[in-house]
């Protein structure tokens, strides 16, 4: 289904319908979660970065693009190791076109950005495989709750999206410890979504932690702590906080599932005012199944950007177009904010073609 | 001269009107800038803290109250040694009646507030007998500037205030570093000046630093890092973010002269777009001159919140009335933005009993 935007109205198209009319035309306010996992450093299970070492770095340098327009932590833009450009190029296009303000939120990092950004007091995740994966969840979740009330007063409404590599194994992790079958639904930044690694990495955390699938779907505090990461319980904490007032766009793909479930858990009320935006890349993934991970939780809508870069004159942007990186730093969401914010004269094509002028400033041919 | 608000308009009366003008019944956002230094610690400097080591504690505890309503890193309010509250007590009152946003913005601090703030990269100030105050002046004023430019983008204009023990000292010691006379007339939480001490440090660290009267007028980074505090580069890099785009109310006393100098250092224009507000009791105070540091570097606005505790039912409010505290976390500057955005509903009365409900409430009789 389609709309007047670039948009896909992939679920619950009606209330998707609904949804952007309340934001068509307002100011939003960018929020960007990073945080990292030392999951993230198991060889073959994340693209996001040339190498699992290089993972720490980024998301601050993600957060650096997004204010800065380049990175400062490392030399270059994040890259998978095939030298595939951050999903960050497109947020930071999106923004910039549409004079969007962006906030970075800390939520547990190893390296620190070198722009301003939100500390929560969280702390980096450790591994999963541990039990013992996320220190503070409650005192994270509470100040991201008080940034998200204050945030939710000077923004019509917020976009938040988040940086963190490894995530998707985590969110399968909290998924299947609250009772969502995600088992080979969440998606990879590889075109090859290495599912039995991501599997096996979980079940080990979930049998060191003693949990069964779906022991916890009361206690996502729990959840987080045994098997998950930063990153969920500071965007979730910002939404609790927002979502009262204002509209809230979930600015990402299957790992919004994570916190959707623990949203669902702790203020069911709210999901009537968010929505999930991501991209065209994740709604047409054959190797994941967003819609199957969310529709398990609540029919919220599912917008994505119609992101095409088929024609693209970068290899490294028409890649995208053969399943690597997909989707993070919340480029679909932001590309939505865009469209929706210039009501619509920022176009798809408009888009690609300030992706690509920063692609060719920052990346190279 | 007087308006149709308790605001008292203290100098350039005609650009402060135009001013208040600008900002009325527009949507502000405050900015709590927070820092510390160690001359907070030499006994008799200070009053911002119970004694001189709990100083450390005054900054967060002042933005936990702003945010939360309550301290967490102390277990009742910062007070004076005498007993008496925290300014942030006034400056919560009136963002909580105005329902005015709040955000911390650490420029470098020993103890960390248990609510989520912005992280600049700073450090805490060192003794400036030392003659090497503040680090990374440059970086953490950027990174600032970056903080103000999003923020711009969210508000109608800023209000910006400061809480760091010791402050007025070091704001000294960039004055006279800078060329402003200021010798004796910064202001102090005390009812007697320590004007003597404060000069006796500031000489200690000039020559230290083998700077002489004047010598830094061009020179603000270097002005700081020598004798300064990490809270003016934050500070001013926030503005220097912000004026291009919208008001800046720069809330505080004589302090906001170190904040001035070292603006006009840097972007002059920008004195255009900002006006100081403050307290009565900095007005009123003869201890101290405001005006006359702030005429010696431009002929910008000064608004004073007419703020009254005469009639208090509380002496630890009626002290106010004797010289303690006067002014501090934007306590008058977030007056005057409660008035304004209310257009004049809230007056000085009805700030006085939410004042003092806090009071009660947090403090006891």
Request: aromatic letters at 6%; proline letters at 5%.
């Given at each position: 289904m389609r709309n007047r935007f670039?948009?896909?109205l992939a679920q619950n198209a009606s209330e998707g319908k609904r949804f952007l009319g309340r934001i068509l035309g307002k100011a939003p306010l960018f929020v960007c979660v990073i945080g990292t996992t030392e999951i993230a450093k198991i060889p073959g299970l994340s693209a996001a970065g040339r190498n699992p070492e290089l993972t720490d770095y980024t998301p601050p340098a993600d957060v650096e693009l997004l204010l800065l327009g380049k990175c400062k932590c490392i030399s270059s833009v994040p890259v998978t190791p095939e030298g595939i450009p951050t999903p960050g190029l497109i947020t930071r296009s999106a923004l910039k076109l549409?004079?969007?303000p962006a906030l970075a939120v800390n939520s547990g990092l190893r390296v620190k950005p070198q722009v301003p950004f939100f500390d929560l007091g969280g702390s980096p995740g450790r591994d999963i495989r541990t039990g013992k994966a996320v220190e503070n969840v409650e005192d994270v979740m509470e100040n991201a709750r008080i940034a998200g009330e204050h945030l939710a007063k000077i923004a019509d409404y917020l976009v938040i999206g988040e940086s963190i590599p490894g995530g998707t194994t985590t969110a399968l992790g909290i998924l299947l410890a609250m009772g969502v079958d995600a088992k080979s639904k969440v998606s990879s930044s590889m075109?090859?979504?290495p599912h039995e690694l991501k599997i096996k990495v979980v079940e080990a955390g979930l049998k060191a932690s003693d949990i069964a699938f779906s022991a916890l779907s009361d206690?996502?505090?729990k959840a987080i702590s045994c098997i998950g990461d930063p990153m969920v319980p500071a965007f979730a904490g910002l939404v609790l906080g927002a979502a009262d007032r204002v509209p809230v766009l979930m600015a990402g793909g299957t790992q919004m599932?994570?916190?959707l479930v623990v949203l669902k858990a702790l203020k069911p009320v709210l999901l009537?005012?968010?929505?999930?935006?991501?991209?065209?890349?994740?709604?047409a993934d054959?190797?994941?199944d967003l819609k199957g991970i969310i529709t398990q939780i609540a029919d919220i809508p599912i917008l994505a950007a119609d992101l095409d870069f088929t024609s693209s004159r970068f290899n490294g942007l028409r890649?995208?177009?053969?399943?690597?990186?997909?989707e993070g730093v919340g480029a679909g969401g932001a590309s939505i904010a865009a469209m929706l914010k210039s009501k619509g004269s920022i176009t798809k094509g408009a888009l690609l073609k300030e992706i690509e002028m920063n692609y060719e400033k920052l990346v190279g041919i």
């Open positions: 670039d948009i896909i549409a004079s969007i075109p090859e979504n206690n996502p505090v599932g994570a916190v009537r005012n968010v929505a999930i935006g991501t991209t065209r890349w994740i709604i054959r190797t994941s890649a995208y177009e053969v399943g690597v990186v997909k």
